[in-house]
Structures are given as structure tokens and as C-alpha cells.
């Protein structure tokens, strides 16, 4: 059984930072890109930033640009979200995919063509 298991949400005051990951289990992920998406309270879930099988490519959206950093470590089955200099406007629940897909693909795909998804993780980021 796949599974996708996010970690390290938490609350933390503006400007703070927490490392999120994302631990990927039941099959193999070679060649899968993985992304990480968010949901704010009343919102769609949007695209955040992916990263392609090798590191190589990596995408983010417009928001999070200069602050987070999306970094993968193949051995461990495993994506990270670092995210730093955090707003109030990043509180949201932050989930990890995984597909055979381009970065940019992540970013412009329907949320139901997206293969394999987490059970997310609550980010609060406080004034």
C-alpha cells in the first residue's frame, strides 16, 4: 500500500521557520517527482513547490519564491519543505504528492490527476 507521510507542522510566529517532510513508503518512486501543495481555511488546495526525480528541477509558486526551498533525499524516500521568513497567509495544511510528472506539470494539473497524495499536515503561523 502506498503511503505518503507528512511531518513538522506546528504552530510558529511570523517570521519563523519550520522544515516540513514527507516520508514515501509501498512502492517504488523511481522517476516520480514529488510536490507539495497547500489548503488555507475556505480555499482551494494550490500547487506550493515540486521538484523533479534528480533535484535537478525544482518550481514554486509565485508566493513562497526566496522563502521556501523544496530538497529531496532518494535514499530515504523522502521530500522536505524548508520554509523560512513564514506570514500569517502561509497557515494552511500543507500535503506531499508524488506522480510520474514534470515540475511544471505539478504546477498546472487538475488536483484529481495527481497520482499519490498525503494526509497533510497543519502549518499556524501567527501574528
Known amino acids: 500500500q502506498v503511503q505518503l507521510v507528512e511531518s513538522g507542522g506546528g504552530l510558529v510566529q511570523a517570521g519563523g521557520s519550520l522544515r516540513l517532510a514527507c516520508g514515501a513508503s509501498g512502492r517504488s518512486f523511481s522517476g516520480f517527482g514529488m510536490g507539495w501543495f497547500r489548503q488555507a481555511p475556505g480555499k482551494e488546495r494550490q500547487f506550493v513547490a515540486a521538484?523533479?526525480?534528480?533535484?535537478?528541477?525544482?518550481k514554486y509558486a509565485d508566493s513562497v519564491k526566496g522563502r521556501f526551498t523544496i530538497s529531496r533525499d532518494n535514499a530515504k524516500n523522502t521530500v522536505y519543505l524548508q520554509m523560512n521568513s513564514l506570514k500569517p497567509e502561509d497557515t494552511a495544511v500543507y500535503y506531499c504528492?508524488?506522480?510520474?510528472?514534470?515540475?511544471?506539470?505539478?504546477?498546472?494539473?487538475?488536483?484529481?490527476?495527481?497520482?499519490?497524495w498525503g494526509q497533510g499536515t497543519r502549518v499556524t503561523v501567527s501574528s
Open positions: 504528492a508524488a506522480d510520474l510528472r514534470t515540475v511544471a506539470g505539478f504546477a498546472s494539473s487538475e488536483l484529481s490527476e495527481i497520482k499519490y
Open positions: 521538484i523533479s526525480w534528480s533535484g535537478g528541477s525544482t
